[in-house]
């Protein structure tokens, strides 16, 4: 070894020490099946409680095939950005598909949720000539790209729009952004989208919505978060999406006005500076964005399983947050508390991997459990069996 290398080793350890010590460390598992309600590993079967996968779809046949016809026309790379060679009419077609489900005048796509919402802070925000304002659990996505924006950046008690208003009041005639997660990502519970949309329009603010955890599986046909509450383009301008979650892909939109997104073209860096989304995965986005409209038994499934956990949950008095959504946090409190609970249901072939600081605040160390529609009322069963054994972990 380079001995001018040995101290940023030695760093390193330290720092890796000092994380172990504080019950943070992170480890990955590596899984050898498809995306599903039960995965395989080490040849074990686990039922799994913690994907994204809100509908079922990251391995429904309708999409490996969208896959493999889209292969078999485009191959697989995309060879470049969009705008220099790597955008083909997969692209296009899955854009326009998305702009006419969130009627909304025009979408583009990025090659992740991280990068659509960096974009946006940085290319529609105000820089140094205003603010940027974000809810307190905005997921860490939304509070980095604030961050990298060089916007004056200021966070509001979560889920509270006369909070955001004081801010608005206070900061005056300020060019400003506000950014909020629809869905929150780590507890499920939604934000006041209406309230919200009426503050920013009293004051002048540019409304941004990551509905990251809405899009495919709320409102009565599925278009997201700001469908039960009737929020158009004209109330909330700019709509960000992800397909790695309930349309069971890997990559993001963001829908809006056509001015929006010719700027996001002309000065969105993480658009312009990276590979396109492989022609692929957006023949299989589009395959799910059908299977969305035309099933509507996976999201009325997915509630029902939802209901079923929560009234189930309640009689055993388990201390699950107020969420409606798939998303059902179960919090611990103390982070090596929360990971021991997700290992002992682990090696009971129960997966719900605890979520730690700094993913959710110091103390809320949680369970997150999440639904999809593929699971089934014994499969519900079997997690709060296993939730009860371990009782001790959660009753106060
Ligand atoms: C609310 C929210 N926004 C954005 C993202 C980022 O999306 P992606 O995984 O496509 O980068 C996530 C999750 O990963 C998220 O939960």
Redesign the pocket.
């Known amino acids: 070894m380079c001995s001018s290398v040995a101290p940023f080793l030695r760093d390193i350890e330290a720092e890796l020490d000092r994380i172990r010590q504080v019950g943070l460390y992170r480890t990955t598992r590596t899984f050898d099946s498809p995306q599903g309600n039960v995965l395989r590993w080490q040849g074990v079967e686990k039922l799994n409680f913690c994907s994204n996968d809100y509908l079922g779809l990251a391995n429904h046949p309708a999409l490996r095939l969208a896959v493999n016809h889209a292969l078999d026309h485009y191959g697989l790379g995309s060879g470049a950005s969009q705008l220099v060679c790597g955008r083909s009419s997969a692209h296009v077609s899955l854009e326009n598909a998305l702009a006419e489900f969130t009627k909304r005048d025009k979408v583009l796509l990025f090659s992740?949720?991280?990068q659509a919402?960096l974009s946006v802070a940085t290319a529609l925000g105000p820089g140094r000539r205003g603010y940027i304002l974000g809810d307190r659990l905005n997921?860490a996505?939304?509070i980095d790209a604030a961050v990298l924006s060089r916007s004056r950046v200021l966070r509001y008690r979560h889920a509270n729009e006369h909070a955001l208003e004081e801010l608005l009041v206070r900061h005056g005639e300020k060019q400003k952004l506000v950014l909020t997660?629809s869905v929150f990502?780590m507890d499920g519970d939604i934000a006041p989208l209406e309230g919200i949309a009426t503050v920013c329009r009293r004051h002048a603010a540019m409304l941004v919505v990551?509905d990251?955890?809405g899009f495919a599986v709320l409102g009565a046909t599925g278009r997201g978060a700001l469908e039960g509450p009737g929020l158009s383009q004209a109330d909330v301008p700019v709509m960000v999406g992800?397909f790695?979650k309930a349309l069971g892909g890997f990559?993001?939109f963001v829908a809006g006005p056509e001015p929006v997104i010719d700027l996001l073209i002309q000065k969105a860096r993480p658009f312009i500076y990276t590979t396109a989304l492989p022609a692929i995965i957006c023949a299989a986005v589009e395959a799910a964005l059908v299977l969305v409209q035309k099933e509507y038994w996976r999201r009325e499934k997915l509630f029902d399983l939802i209901r079923y956990f929560r009234t189930s949950a309640a009689e055993i008095s388990l201390p699950i947050g107020a969420s409606e959504t798939p998303i059902q946090p179960l919090i611990i409190g103390d982070a090596s508390k929360a990971s021991e609970l997700s290992d002992r249901l682990f090696a009971e072939g129960i997966l719900v991997t605890a979520i730690r600081p700094p993913t959710v605040p110091r103390g809320t160390s949680r369970l997150r459990i999440t639904f999809s529609a593929t699971h089934t009322l014994d499969q519900v069963d079997r997690l709060l069996a296993g939730l009860l054994r371990h009782r001790v972990y959660w009753e106060k």
């Open positions: 992740t949720g991280y919402n997921h996505s939304l997660d990502s990551d990251a955890h992800t790695g990559g993001a």
